[in-house]
Structure formats: structure tokens, C-alpha cells
């Protein structure tokens, strides 16, 4: 496959996954309403050095040493599932915590540095990420592509998930938005800690 074509099927895929509802969508969304744009931002941010992460290791031939290392995947997705039905709980029990109480979200998203983390664990805590960016780039990636290559996928990558985080972060801290989550913030909480540890479970549980 030509380099211009594989960069353009790359970065194609890698917008599809990134658009797809998952558990950063649920944190992003959570995070920029309770809280600000700006913590929406970084953790956007975080999010973006995460798909780095996972686009870098595909490259690497994590696809290979996964398949070749059924425990390595298994310990990953285990630890993933946990923190992702962690990350739920919390927000199920501070879901009667009124707004203008609230201080730290599971990850310490008060400060800049906060807010990132959260979005780094996030998208590292996703074990279906690693599965995604593996077999996407050992299926398009040329055979042997050189350094300028990986390092623009590895670019893409980044930009992509930032820039819809961003997106989604912008959207969801709107003076609108931030109304209508405080009014209901008790059952959005409670919806956004379920689903996160739903697909916490479900990331744990085998054959799932």
C-alpha cells in the first residue's frame, strides 16, 4: 500500500474509533460539565497522549506480543476493567454532591496536571484501544515504514483524539450545559457512574 494512502486509511480509522461512545466520551462529557472548559481542555489533552501510547506500541509489535502473550493481555484488560468500574463507583457516590461542592473527581481533575491524568488514565485504562490501534495498524501499516512515517501517524493520532475531546469538551461547558447539569445532577452522575462500570465489567469479564 502506498505511505499517502495508508496515512490517510490511518488517520480515517482513527477518527471513526475516536467519535465512537466509549468510556472517554462518558468522562469527558461528566468532567467538562461539572466542572470547566479549561479541565475539559487538559483532559482532552490527556486523552490525545493516550492514542500516542497506543498508536506508538502498535507500531512496536504490541499486536504481535499480545498474541503471543495471552496473560499480558488478560492483566491489561483486568486492570483496565477495574479502573474503569473504580472511576463509576466514585461517581455514583458523589452523584447527591451538590455542584458547587465539588472539589476533586476520581483522578484529581481540580488542577491542570488533574484534569490530564484523568484523561490519560482513561483512555490507557481501555483495553479495547489497545485491541483498536493493534489490529488497525497491523492491517494498514506498509511493512517496515520509515521513521517520518510513524512519527506522523503517531501525530495524527494525537491530534484527532484531542481535537474531538476538545470538542466534546467545549460543548459540554456551555453555560446551557452546565445549567442542565446541575439541575439533574444527581441521576447524570448516577448514569455516567453506571455506564462506566458496566463497561468496566463487561471489559473484565472474558469473551466479552
Not at 17 to 24: E, K, Q, V, Y
Not at 26 to 40: E, F, I, K, P, W
Not at 100 to 116: C, L, Q, T
Not at 134 to 154: G, I, Q
Request: net charge positive; with cysteine; charged share 10%.
Amino acid at each position: 500500500m502506498d505511505l499517502a494512502v495508508a496515512f490517510v486509511v490511518l488517520a480515517g480509522v482513527n477518527l471513526m474509533g475516536a467519535i465512537s461512545p466509549g468510556p472517554s466520551f462518558v468522562v469527558q462529557a461528566r468532567l467538562s460539565a461539572a466542572h470547566t472548559r479549561r479541565a475539559g481542555v487538559f483532559s482532552a489533552f490527556g486523552m490525545g497522549f493516550g492514542a500516542v501510547v497506543w498508536a506508538a506500541l502498535s507500531m512496536l509489535g504490541f499486536a504481535i506480543l499480545m498474541r503471543e502473550a495471552a496473560e499480558l493481555y488478560t492483566a491489561l484488560r483486568l486492570a483496565g476493567g477495574a479502573y474503569l468500574v473504580y472511576l463509576g463507583l466514585m461517581l455514583w457516590r458523589n452523584a447527591t454532591v451538590p455542584l458547587a461542592e465539588i472539589r476533586v473527581v476520581p483522578g484529581g481533575a481540580v488542577s491542570d496536571a488533574g484534569a490530564f491524568r484523568v484523561g490519560l488514565f482513561t483512555a490507557l485504562s481501555n483495553p479495547k484501544m489497545a485491541a483498536f490501534f493493534a489490529s488497525v495498524y497491523m492491517t494498514v501499516l506498509p511493512p517496515d515504514p520509515p521513521l517520518w512515517f510513524k512519527v506522523a501517524a503517531c501525530g495524527a493520532a494525537f491530534a484527532i483524539e484531542t481535537i474531538w475531546y476538545a470538542v466534546v469538551a467545549l460543548a459540554f461547558s456551555t453555560g446551557a450545559a452546565r445549567r442542565a447539569y446541575g439541575r439533574f445532577k444527581t441521576w447524570i452522575d448516577r448514569a455516567a457512574g453506571g455506564v462506566i462500570a458496566a463497561l468496566g465489567v463487561g471489559i473484565m469479564v472474558p469473551g466479552r
